[in-house]
């Protein structure tokens, strides 16, 4: 299935989309902190086609071809002010109830809005991060100091890579970010939903599936997935599919 492509005004951002599928999406997909709708790859068609239903995903501002491009280190809260970024997108494209599938920090940014607003039907959050993880830090600064072979890979994928790249690195680096935890505001978030991480997730401890799962309470389940990477969608992209698929029409059974 063969994407639609189109460019949402914000005001003050110009955010790219991609969409599978005809009407209102029912599902959209959030990327990974380096991530655009590109790297999802098929995932997000093979989903759609799966399930007969429209699905949706978008590149944050400094991501793919959205604008603006970032220039500094972010504030601490911004994985909260994407989440409001993305309340804004939901309402300029009339998607009222969404089911979000996030990797990573596009992860963490569906938990932040699926807590924030009731109407969250679903959500998928594969590799999500709660908190920083020492293992997370010691990850990206090791990217840090070999950046060529990172920003070689995002050249194909966003407009000004380098400064993603720094933005991004830098902010998770930085020492007002350590502090960083949201564990402590999901516990509103009432909707089905599934916490997915690899036990090879160079990014995150086995501690990261199932305190989060447990800071959200009952409505979580966590899984954690032998043999996977971070990058599970690069890696084994079938695995994303099923389990998407499995968790859509497990909310529509209900």
Sequence with gaps: MQPRFGVVDLGDSQLSTATWG??????VFLHDGLGSVSQWRSVPGEVAERLGCTVIAYDRAGHGSSIPSPTTVRAADWLHAEADVLEVLLGELNIEEPILVGHSDGATIALIYGSQNAATRGVVAIAAHS??????VDRIIGMQADPDPVLKGLARHHSNPLALFESWSRTWSSAPFQSWDTRASLGTLDAPTLIVQGADDEFATDEQVFATAAAIGPNATPLLLSGQPHLIHHENPQVVVDLVTDFVRSIDAR
């Design 22 to 27: 005809d009407g209102v999406p029912q599902i």
């Design 131 to 136: 908190w920083v993880e020492k293992a997370a």
